[in-house]
């Protein structure tokens, strides 16, 4: 037998246990239907959530009112609802209260130091460890091509690492964005459709019970066929699940993707060989069904909530690292800002980052397969 019947013989043996074959195709989609908010975007398009911010300047200068200007375009405006405040610390308390999400400060020798090509600051003050605002800076600083004099650095309000943190969200040029319900849909989504890690699991493991791998391992035919097999088997079983809310996707976002539908199309097929490769490693690790089920769960609870705490701007400590670990998180990234216009290098990043993880991954799954079974 070569690798392609294995695979054809695993997906049938899938498919015979039809109720969990129908739970990770079918769950991942009616999961989306319930909590997503689809019928206002099918039918008002993207619900637009402005970003609350306040400016302090007090410069005054003439790079202070070209800010000034920038802030008023039309662009702008519909990303952002932006006021001026009186003081530094009046824009400070509305950020401890709530009432703005960021306050952009300029201080009042800022245009003197530009003139005297001196290094200057903007400082954002804001309680998220990720803001918007800041590629609003960013995208000043550009537009006036300064970026070498002005830096972009942190207030003191539980700010930290603004300048590692400015290219974590894109701003669309046409002012269009995930709003909370859509956010936590999506990774609401990806956490159901990364369950599917369960098939590989118990796939490796009822193999192990039923001897099939000790039968395997004393024929002819060769061990590292059978894993490849198998886990080919189980990838081609999950690919409907992944495929179901890539047509999802297009159908409610396809007019803003702008031709990059491949983008979505080879982050899911990545994303599925992840999630199979990890179920996999878990059977062969763990050899037990209850084990390697609730392993399966925690893992994937714990990737789906790292990317959901980063997404929401609240990641701190250990979470803050963890999530570059996360498949769910380079996902969420790459749709983001394909739908939304976002940076093509961090589309292109996040896509390497997924290529990567898959092929540690299965390498792992394919070494760990080739072991004898015991």
Not at 32 to 37: F, G, H, Q, S, V
Not at 90 to 114: C, H, P, R, T, W
Not at 192 to 215: D, E, F, H, P, Q
Not at 242 to 264: D, E, H, P, R, V
């Amino acid at each position: 037998m070569n690798v392609l019947q294995i695979a054809y013989y695993t997906v049938l043996r899938n498919i015979r246990d039809w109720k969990l074959f129908l739970l990770l195709i079918g769950a991942p989609l009616v999961f989306y239907l319930i909590i997503a908010n689809v019928t206002t975007n099918v039918n008002q398009g993207i619900n637009l959530e402005k970003f609350k911010l306040a400016y302090f300047d007090a410069d005054g200068g003439p790079t202070a009112q070209q800010f000034e200007g920038f802030l008023q375009t039309k662009e702008i405006l519909t990303a952002f609802d932006i006021q001026k405040v009186d003081s530094l610390d009046n824009g400070k308390q509305m950020v401890k209260d709530g009432k703005i999400e960021a306050l952009i400060y300029l201080k009042n020798d800022f245009s003197q130091s530009l003139k005297q090509g001196e290094k200057t600051n903007i400082e954002i003050f804001s309680n998220k460890s990720i803001s918007a605002t800041r590629l609003l800076v960013e995208g000043f600083i550009n537009t006036v091509n300064t970026s070498s004099a002005i830096k972009k650095i942190a207030g003191d309000i539980n700010v930290t690492e603004v300048s590692s943190g400015i290219q974590q969200i894109a701003i669309s040029s046409t002012g269009k964005t995930f709003n909370d319900a859509d956010k936590s849909a999506f990774i609401g989504l990806l956490e159901m459709l990364s369950y599917g890690a369960l098939l590989g699991c118990l796939s490796v493991i009822n193999s192990m019970k039923k001897n099939t791998l000790l039968r395997f391992n004393i024929s002819p035919i060769n061990d590292l066929a059978y894993v490849s097999g198998q886990f080919l088997g189980n990838y081609l079983t999950l690919c409907p699940s992944s495929g179901l809310f890539i047509a999802f996707t297009y159908f409610i976002w396809g007019s803003s993707m702008q031709g990059n539908i491949l983008n979505i199309i080879l982050t899911f097929l990545l994303l599925t060989g992840i999630i199979t490769a990890l179920g996999m490693i878990v059977g062969y690790l763990t050899k037990k069904t209850g084990l390697g089920a609730i392993i399966s769960v925690c893992l994937n609870a714990l990737l789906s909530g790292a990317a959901f705490v980063w997404m929401m701007g609240t990641a701190h400590g250990f979470l803050k690292w963890f999530v570059f670990l996360s498949p769910q998180y380079y996902v969420y990234v790459i749709v983001a800002d394909t739908i939304f216009e976002g940076f093509t290098s961090r589309i292109q990043v996040s896509l390497i980052s997924l290529a990567m993880a898959v092929t540690a991954l299965t390498a792992v799954t394919l070494f760990l397969g080739r072991r004898k079974a015991v």
